[in-house]
């Protein structure tokens, strides 16, 4: 099996920056992209950043500029730091990751973590 744990989240006032990280683990062959989602009370989830394996990055225009997202292949990590905070920002992050568990497995499989807290107070 594979597991995607995030990790960062917490309370942190308007302006200021926090970074979140996602770790998979168990079977994996590769992990192909991985993005953070975020999902505001009521709303929907939706997309915020995702970087390919080689690196190659995308970002919701809601937080370009504001937002980085970066990877450690070697240990298996996405990284999201995020600066000049808003209330708006506050949501529930997600990490995703398309893991190939196989040299078989061509395509690789969504896996999702449980989701991070990001409140954005005074």
């Known amino acids: 099996q594979v597991q995607v744990a995030e990790s960062g989240g917490g309370l942190v006032q308007p302006g200021g920056s926090l970074r979140l990280s996602c770790a998979a683990s168990?079977?994996?062959?590769?992990?192909?992209?991985m993005a953070w989602y975020r999902q505001a009370p009521g709303k929907q989830r939706e997309y915020v950043a995702r970087i390919t394996a080689s690196g190659s990055t995308n970002y919701a225009d809601s937080v370009k500029g504001r937002f980085t997202i970066s990877r450690d292949n070697g240990k298996k990590t996405v990284y999201l730091q995020m600066n000049s905070l808003t209330p708006e920002d506050t949501a529930v992050y997600y990490c995703n990751a398309v893991v190939s568990r196989s040299q078989a497995d061509y395509y690789g499989t969504d896996y999702w973590g449980e989701g991070t807290l990001v409140t954005v107070s005074s």
């Open positions: 168990g079977s994996i062959f590769v992990i192909y992209a």
